[in-house]
């Protein structure tokens, strides 16, 4: 709920700068260009991710939702989603106002720009969604301290581990190694 609504909003921001410095080769089919391909939808959309987005770190404040240190599935969308979202947009866009693809549109320079452009674009928006997750694991961080028992009052240790127990070593070498077969009894046979 966090990374995917960053993954989307940088999608489209960058598919507009490219579309704003090369022109766009679909001039009025252009998604969210004009009043007929969605503009009006822009405010709904974006109000959207960031509900899903307020909601999201809300959850992971909670702990409701939580991701490991050092997943991959952060990254994830973040990878794979910008460049397969790309080219099916400029794809919808190209059938949707020509009513074809046309073999070309991989060679248009705005076509180009827009698929190099997902890269920083992406790079940025994990950075801020690693920076939004840990800003909310420090807020839960503070409010589970601030639950914690008053200042006057120790919590209650564990039970230790009796101290008259000699650690345990493990035999080095010998007749018998761990599990296996005695190493008398494997030399005999």
Partial sequence: MVTLPIALVGIEAAHALANASF????????????????????????????????????????????????APLLALPFACLPPVAFVLLELVEALAHRGRVPADLGFEPAFLAGLVLQIPFALT?????????????????????????????RPAALPSKPRDDPPRRARRGGAHLGRAPPLGLLLSG
């Fill in 23 to 70: 022109g766009s080769p679909e001039k009025a089919g252009e998604i969210f260009a004009s009043a007929a391909s969605g503009a009006e939808l822009v405010p709904m959309l974006s109000a959207l991710a960031l509900a899903l987005l307020v909601l999201g770190l809300g959850g992971r404040v909670a702990g409701r939702w939580w991701l490991p240190q050092g």
């Fill in 125 to 153: 928006g994990y950075l801020v969604a690693r920076l939004l997750l840990r800003l909310s694991d420090g807020v839960r961080t503070l409010i589970l301290r601030g639950r914690a028992a008053p200042p006057g009052e």
